[in-house]
T-cell receptor
Framework: EPEVTQTPSHQVTQMGQEVILRCVPI?????FYWYRQILGQKVEFLVS????????KSEIFDDQFSVERPDGSNFTLKIRSTKLEDSAMYFC????????????FGPGTRLLVL | AQSVAQPEDQVNVAEGNPLTVKCTYS??????LFWYVQYPNRGLQFLLK??????LVKGSYGFEAEFNKSQTSFHLKKPSALVSDSALYFC?????????????FGTGTRLTVIP
C-alpha cells in the first residue's frame, strides 16, 4: 500500500540555523500539506499546496517558512532561521483529487531546536 | 471558524468491553469529519471519515463512528476493545468550502485498554 514518507526522522539544530524537512507524498496525489504537533499539544495546520502553489496557510506559517516541490516527487518545508518554539513534530500529508479525499500522513520529523 | 472538542483527555476501558471516544465539532456549513489514530512515535493513521450519506460510518480495525448533526457530534466507537487499541485518537474536521482543505484537529484522547 502506498504511503507518505518523510526524512529525516529526527533533526537537532541550533537556533538560527536553516532546516529543510523532506517528504515524498503518495504518487498520484495532488494536494500536499504540512502540519506540526508541539509536544503534548494538538496537531496544527501549517500550509497546503496544490498545482505548484500555496493554496492555504495558517498564521503560524510566517515568512520564516517556505515550501517547495522541487521535482515530481519531493515536497519540502524550509525553516530559514529556526527558533526554540519551532521544536515540534512536523507531519507531511497528501490527499487525492478533491478536498474531500482523505489526507494520509507521514511518520513525521521530530525537530529539536537548541 | 472551525473547531473540534474532545472532552476527555483519557479513556480507560477493560478489554472486551465497548469503547467510546467523544468528539464534538463546530464548523460553518457541512462538516467533513475524520478520525485518526497515533501510536507511540508514529504518524497519524486514518481510521474513518464522514462526508455524506449514512450517519454510521465503519472504518479500519472494527471502529465505527456516528455522525449526529443535531448534537454536532462524531463519537468513535468499537463494540469490543482490544489491548492493541491503546493509542492516541484524534478527531478532525474540515468545512465544505472550496479551497478550505486543511483539517482542524482536536486535542486528542488517550485510550488505554486494560487487559
Amino acid at each position: 500500500e502506498p504511503e507518505v514518507t518523510q526524512t529525516p526522522s529526527h533533526q537537532v539544530t541550533q537556533m538560527g540555523q536553516e532546516v529543510i524537512l523532506r517528504c515524498v507524498p503518495i504518487s498520484n496525489h495532488l494536494y500536499f500539506y504540512w502540519y506540526r504537533q508541539i509536544l503534548g499539544q494538538k496537531v496544527e495546520f501549517l500550509v497546503s499546496f496544490y498545482n505548484n502553489e500555496i493554496s492555504e496557510k495558517s498564521e503560524i506559517f510566517d515568512d520564516q517558512f517556505s515550501v517547495e516541490r522541487p521535482d515530481g516527487s519531493n515536497f519540502t518545508l524550509k525553516i530559514r532561521s529556526t527558533k526554540l518554539e519551532d521544536s515540534a513534530m512536523y507531519f507531511c500529508a497528501s490527499g487525492g483529487l478533491a478536498g474531500v479525499e482523505t489526507q494520509y500522513f507521514g511518520p513525521g520529523t521530530r525537530l529539536l531546536v537548541l | 471558524a472551525q473547531s473540534v472538542a474532545q472532552p476527555e483527555d483519557q479513556v480507560n476501558v477493560a478489554e472486551g468491553n465497548p469503547l467510546t471516544v467523544k468528539c464534538t465539532y463546530s464548523v460553518s456549513g457541512n462538516p467533513y469529519l475524520f478520525w485518526y489514530v497515533q501510536y507511540p512515535n508514529r504518524g497519524l493513521q486514518f481510521l474513518l471519515k464522514y462526508i455524506t450519506g449514512d450517519n454510521l460510518v465503519k472504518g479500519s480495525y472494527g471502529f465505527e463512528a456516528e455522525f449526529n448533526k443535531s448534537q454536532t457530534s462524531f463519537h468513535l466507537k468499537k463494540p469490543s476493545a482490544l489491548v492493541s487499541d491503546s493509542a492516541l485518537y484524534f478527531c478532525a474536521v474540515r468545512a465544505d468550502q472550496t479551497g478550505a482543505n486543511n483539517l482542524f484537529f482536536g486535542t486528542g484522547t488517550r485510550l488505554t485498554v486494560i487487559p
